[in-house]
């Protein structure tokens, strides 16, 4: 058994729910002294692609102590509406993980309502989410090229993520799967995107661009999830795990790495990147409709977002959410992040940071 | 392992004519007649895509054209046309906006080419990109981003979380000199967007 | 004529220290009289009067400064003596005088450092490297007597006393290898301003003076110029790191001295090396580097008397058009950018080292590119310090009261003694101009024309290339907004401590760095030295026990006594 992360009042862990919020370590904040101040990064810099803050305690260049200031704090009412409605909001809590959260979010209201999914539907769930994770992978690839200011592979990159979004739009009519998925139907055509992997490969022999990575937010920590979990040798897959899809069908292959530090996680996007492109290319995709009895009930949906688990659990009463709550994997990888940071210096923050792969805007929200 | 002959190599993968057919968001047109129910009234006498979320609630009723967007370009500064600094700022988005936005500087679409470029700092922005509902501590960082910036400057609003708020929550309280509608604005419209409001033609 | 100048110093001097005991006012003004004669006296006794001139400079400064600021009869008591000691070492024509001066600095510096803080561990450290290098000056003294049969400064047959008495100069001056346990930082960084400024300023210099002294009367050592030159370099190089990474006050400018001590501590080992032409210019370097960095270091120090609070990070500070303009005039010199006096003397120090690489014979010539390497290194670290220095001290600060007129004279007479460089500069006319107007060229050679600069040049054509700038554009139109601070709202801060700190991250193995500690140390000789400074305590303790009751009062009249003592021993 792993644990995942809170979900609700409850901690997720691979067996299902607890009871309680999930046991952790509480750290000790030792007094720094003398020379010692706070610096606050965010919440608008240009190194930042969503507006955050993070209070970091320094002596200068040095990362003592790093926290989380939420500037974002965004609100999103889904309780007391129909299931449709809902999802629409669902699908706008992260767009870069719209198909994640939808997927995930519509699973747990067939689990409510005790809804049989055809083959079909959950084929064409398995594409959506190796196509949003292909897209993720390399964009946060880019983002650590970028930050590095290794310009033309990380045009090259932004190119192929384009590439990845035409797919989409071809595939499910909207770049970001919004309103690809509803409940008792799917919208998506077969198309896989025609990427160059090698090129991005290459990338990874550059020195200059190792030497930046490699050592860099070392974290090796049971409790964690996705990308962060594999780079430092934890089997840890939601896909592994769940009986909603059919990953067993097509012989997933899980890739790890031992170091656990921004580079193996970079490694392991790059991996996932060509493993979900065999998958897809294996996978037949077609629009499909299926029957739903509305009913009340409770259940819970869990899917491997690029970034890790992502979970929903919901409660339907008369049609409508009596109540909701999110599992964001960016919450787990904050915490990561946060716990990777210190004992590095300042110019390691955009590295490590990207690396992670985590979206405030999921972070920060708070349903109601 | 050498870049520039690599990229040489590549050849050019900038598109002449970066308009493409995307279904959603892309302009609506009314299919049939009905009664329509949308979730961000953006359906009255007639259809106002700053309005719009895209969500396709009013299916079959309304059917996508696959045309790109028209962006509203309320005003537009010719001091632009040849170099164009834009400061992106995240009001409390999805993380959709931000992602098309950095798109744009993709081969594909290539903004360099239009003399449009993005800065770190609003202290050398010609336009504010305000993207996203209005989070919780956000107001004071707008305010403050549009006071350093110099004059002559722009306010763009991307996304119609930003315009009209969307589903999900409320707009920034600021006015916008350029309106890019979409759920989120695909690179295509919001490229169109830019080059009028730096007083340019679309290819 | 010169003998009657040097009469009327230690006559108004040792007035001066008597007249503390009546007033405070009536000393200082008598000192500031003595200092200015003794700087006339400098003056017409060019180019080796340059020490006296500069010495007469500073305390005139000094004097003026603490008559406008402070109050206190012991401490101008101290400072006349400590001066009195000075002006003896500088004037003295045999051993023994110089030995008394010598003395009578220390003690007299000694009693001021313990006095200020009411601690007298800080004084005890000064005192104990104090008699150090007392104890080697006597034993060299002792070696050139047995040699001349005479107590006079005569010729000597043998390199011998000069390396010894080096030894002890290079002690007082906190050079390596006493650099790395800080005992000048310590001492200097816990007087009072006026004082700080006296011992670093003027006090290390006598140890140049010692050394140069010695050097004209010795034959040429290679071996010592080596010697000199390497640990002058090495002392920049970690003078000028430690300077860097401190944070205390005074403590970083006192690391600033040894590093400017280095500096020409290699000058002096090149004045070994060369001959000719080359040890002319390198005479002028050396020169030029004392005027530079004893006057910028007495403005620096003086300036830290309107800080409040002893660490940069913490110190409340004000600052005044006036004084910002004397700050960063000082900076700027000892940052060694023309046109101030400092930039004439960095750039004379590397144009010798490049020059000493080319004409020092086969091997050897690596010595110099090996010093030159570290002194350039060290002036960059030293740049970057002193810009911290200067934005903590000054710019990043409110605007406050209106004071500092004497920092405002201190950085502009770093401007006006560029004329003084001209003045010594070897050859200032057979060279071509190489395109540079004025006919204003300071020129360095060795058989040969080697390179030159013309800081009369910037000094006149920076202000008119601003002129016509602000002329052709007019005003600018500035509309004045807040810092973007990312949107927070909050500024940004950055403390002084967490300036340097990228070097100490870097150079944490060098530097010992300990997180969450004051100040970074070499702590390996600390430990050993603070071994030898208990021990100096313990015996001073049992010394005073028995026969000063460790009353101020005793003190005093051992101090007295002791002058008395040198006086007569003196005439």
């Known amino acids: 058994m792993r644990i995942i992360g809170d979900l609700g009042p409850y901690c997720l862990t691979s067996e299902g729910l607890r009871e309680g919020p999930c046991a952790r370590e509480v750290e000790e904040h030792r007094d720094l002294g003398y020379g010692s101040f706070n610096f606050l990064y965010g919440p608008s810099a240009g190194g930042l692609l969503e507006s955050v803050g993070f209070e970091i305690a320094t002596y200068g260049e040095s990362i003592e102590r790093i926290g989380h200031v939420p500037y974002k704090g965004r609100q999103i009412k889904i309780t007391q509406l129909p299931v449709e409605e809902a999802l629409i909001r669902v699908e706008r809590i992260n767009g870069a993980f719209a198909a994640s959260h939808s997927i995930s979010f519509l699973q747990a209201v067939e689990k409510a309502f005790e809804a049989e999914v055809p083959y079909e539907v959950t084929v064409s769930r398995m594409a959506q989410l190796e196509l949003e994770r292909i897209r993720n992978n390399l964009f946060v690839i880019q983002r650590v090229l970028e930050s590095a200011s290794f310009l033309v592979p990380s045009y090259l990159l932004l190119q192929q993520v384009e590439e990845v979004n035409r797919t989409i739009a071809r595939s499910c009519g909207h770049r970001y799967f919004f309103g690809a998925n509803y409940p008792g139907r799917v919208e998506c055509e077969h198309e896989v995107p025609s990427l160059k992997i090698g090129d991005v490969e290459k990338i990874l022999e550059n020195r200059i661009f190792i030497d930046r990575l490699q050592g860099n937010g070392v974290i090796k920590e049971d409790n964690s999830i996705g990308p962060a979990a594999r780079a430092s040798g934890f089997r840890y897959d939601a896909r592994l795990d769940s009986d909603l899809f059919v990953y067993r069908d097509f012989d997933l292959k899980v890739p790890t790495q031992d170091h656990g530090d921004a580079f193996s996680r970079i490694l392991v996007r790059l991996e996932e990147i060509k493993e979900s492109l065999r998958i897809l290319q294996e996978l037949r995709v077609k629009p499909h409709t299926f029957p739903m009895r509305v009913r009340d009930g409770e259940g819970i949906g869990r899917v491997e977002s690029p970034s890790g688990d992502l979970a929903y659990l919901v409660r339907i009463r008369n049609g409508r959410i009596e109540r909701a709550f999110l599992l964001a994997p960016s919450s787990v990888n904050m915490r990561l992040f946060l716990r990777s940071m210190p004992g590095n210096i300042f110019t390691d923050f955009p590295f490590n940071w990207e690396s992670f792969g985590i979206w405030i805007s999921e972070l920060e929200v708070d349903l109601k | ?203 | 004529m010169i003998a009657d100048l040097v009469l009327l110093v230690y006559a108004l001097s040792i007035l001066s220290l008597a007249g503390s005991f009546l007033s405070n006012r009536i000393s200082l003004i008598l000192l500031a009289l003595a200092s200015g004669v003794f700087a006339i006296y400098g003056a017409t006794n060019l180019p080796s009067g340059i020490f006296s001139l500069v010495a007469g400079i500073v305390w005139t400064l000094v004097s003026m400064y603490s008559l406008v600021h402070y109050n206190n009869k012991w401490l101008t008591m101290i400072l006349s003596g400590t001066v009195l000691g000075i002006i003896a070492v500088l004037t003295s024509s045999n051993y023994v005088e110089f030995l008394a001066g010598w003395e009578t600095m220390t003690l007299f510096s000694f009693g001021g450092i313990g006095l200020y803080k009411k601690d007298w561990r800080p004084a005890l450290t000064f005192l104990a490297f104090g008699e150090l290098s007392t104890a080697l000056l006597i034993s060299g003294f002792a070696l050139a007597y047995s040699m001349t049969g005479s107590l006079s400064f005569e010729d000597l047959s043998s390199p011998l006393p000069l390396i010894i008495t080096s030894m002890g100069f290079i002690v007082k001056m906190g050079i390596f290898p006493f650099l790395v346990v800080e005992w000048l930082p310590i001492a200097h960084g816990n007087a009072r301003s006026d004082l700080s400024a006296i011992l670093s300023a003027t006090m290390t210099m006598t140890g140049i003076y010692g050394i140069f002294k010695m050097e004209t009367l010795s034959p040429v050592s290679m071996y010592l110029g080596i010697f000199l030159l390497l640990i002058g370099a090495f002392s920049n190089l970690f003078g000028a790191l430690y300077f860097y990474v401190s944070d205390h006050v005074k403590g970083l400018l006192a690391f600033s001295t040894i590093e400017n001590n280095g500096s020409m501590l290699a000058l002096l080992g090149s004045l070994e090396l060369v001959y000719g032409n080359l040890r002319e210019f390198v005479m002028f370097s050396l020169l030029t580097y004392l005027i530079a960095h004893s006057l910028a270091k007495t403005g620096l120090f003086l300036s830290t008397g309107y800080i409040e609070g002893e660490s940069l990070t913490t110190a409340k500070a004000f600052r005044h058009g006036l004084s910002v303009l004397g700050t960063v005039l000082m900076t700027m010199s000892m940052s060694g950018l023309l046109p101030t006096i400092g930039g004439i003397a960095t750039w004379s120090l590397l144009e010798s080292m490049f020059m000493e690489a080319i004409t020092l014979p086969h091997l050897i010539n690596i010595v110099p590119v090996i010093a030159g390497i570290m002194i350039g290194m060290g002036e960059g670290f030293a740049t970057g310090a002193l810009a911290r220095f200067t934005s903590y001290t000054q710019l990043t600060r409110q605007k406050g009261k209106r004071y500092g007129i004497i920092l405002t004279v201190s950085g502009i007479l770093l401007l006006v003694t560029m004329g003084l460089a001209y003045l010594l500069s070897p050859f200032n006319t057979n060279v071509s101009q190489l395109g540079v107007g004025l006919n204003s060229l300071i020129s360095s050679q060795y058989q040969r024309a080697f390179g030159g600069i013309s800081p009369l040049y910037v000094l006149i054509v920076w202000p008119i290339i601003a002129l016509v700038i602000y002329l052709s554009l007019g005003r600018r139109k500035i509309r004045v907004v807040d810092t973007w601070d990312n949107g927070s709202g909050q500024g940004f801060r950055y403390t002084s401590f967490g300036m340097a700190n990228n070097l100490r991250l870097m150079l944490r193995a060098l530097l010992r760095t300990k997180t969450g500690s004051l100040e970074t140390s070499a702590d390996i000789f600390w430990q050993a030295m603070l071994v030898l400074v208990r021990s100096y305590t313990k015996f001073s303790r049992l010394f005073s026990r028995s026969f000063m009751n460790s009353s101020i009062t005793w003190y005093m009249i051992y101090m007295i006594v002791a002058i008395i003592l040198i006086m007569v021993i003196t005439l």
């Open chain 2, 1 to 203: 392992m050498n870049w520039f002959l690599k990229g040489i190599r590549m050849g050019v993968r900038t598109e002449k004519d970066y308009h493409h057919e995307t279904k959603w968001p892309s302009r609506l047109k009314r299919a049939q007649e009905g009664e329509v129910k949308c979730p961000t009234d953006a359906i009255g006498e007639e259809w106002r895509p700053e309005r719009c979320i895209f969500c396709r609630a009013c299916e079959p009723l309304f059917s996508p054209t696959g045309e790109t967007l028209t962006p509203k370009v309320e005003r537009s500064d010719r001091t632009f046309r040849r170099s164009f600094y834009l400061y992106p700022l995240d009001a409390g988005s999805c993380g959709a906006c931000n992602l098309e936005l950095r798109l744009i500087s993709s081969p594909q679409y290539d903004m360099t080419r239009f003399g449009i470029f993005f800065t770190n700092t609003p202290k050398h922005a010609d336009a504010l990109v305000i993207m996203g509902n209005l989070g919780k501590r956000m107001e004071e960082v707008i305010r403050r981003a549009y006071d350093v910036m110099p004059s002559p400057k722009l306010v763009i609003l991307l996304g119609t979380c930003a315009i009209s708020g969307g589903v999900t929550g409320i707009p920034p309280d600021i006015r916008g000199d350029v309106i890019i509608p979409g759920c989120p604005p695909t690179p295509a419209s919001i490229l169109d967007a830019l080059i009028r409001a730096k007083g340019g033609e679309i290819p």
